[in-house]
């Protein structure tokens, strides 16, 4: 089986990429997918695609309406969410994401630094897995698709 893994939240690292080369070097089997992480193009494509807003509210609506065609579609899709909240900006995209997988009863993993803990407390408690750097979430993939723990064998399976 192929896993499906979408990750959401902060665009400004390349967290995405560090998970990406994680799990190819685990030899994972797995696919990744992600909202548009191109600023300026999320923000845009609604009126660069039906039209200019003289206002900025209705700009950004449109925008959002389109993003979550691919947002709400590819969270759907995903065996696992992965959600990371960056360090910098408020990312309620991030949240909602993270609440939009719980309410689908997705597994959700979390990513966030250890300051953001009482913020993203509810966030966190929706959660099956709070992490705090790229590393522990390939790990958690490893272990949930290969059964791999390192330092542990499987009596059964060494018989």
């Known amino acids: 089986m192929t896993w499906t893994v979408y990750l959401s939240g902060e665009i400004h690292s390349d967290w995405r990429d560090e998970i990406a080369r994680g799990s190819m070097t685990a030899g994972l089997a797995v696919i990744f997918t992600r909202p548009v992480t191109h600023h300026e193009a999320s923000d845009d494509v609604g009126v660069a695609l039906l039209g200019s807003e003289p206002d900025k509210f209705w700009h950004d609506h449109k925008g959002a309406q389109i993003n979550a065609i691919r947002t709400r579609s590819l969270i759907e899709k995903a065996d696992i969410v992965v959600v990371r909240f960056g360090e910098k900006y ?5 949240a909602f994401d993270a609440g939009f997988a719980a309410a689908l009863g997705k597994p959700l993993i979390v990513m966030h630094q250890d300051e953001h803990a009482h913020a993203l407390k509810e966030v966190d408690a929706a959660a099956l897995a709070v992490t705090s750097s790229p590393e522990q979430v390939v790990a ?8 791999d723990l390192p330092g542990y064998t499987d009596k059964a399976a060494s018989r």
């Open 90 to 94: 408020r990312q309620w995209n991030a």
């Open 140 to 147: 958690i993939l490893r272990y949930v698709i290969d059964g």
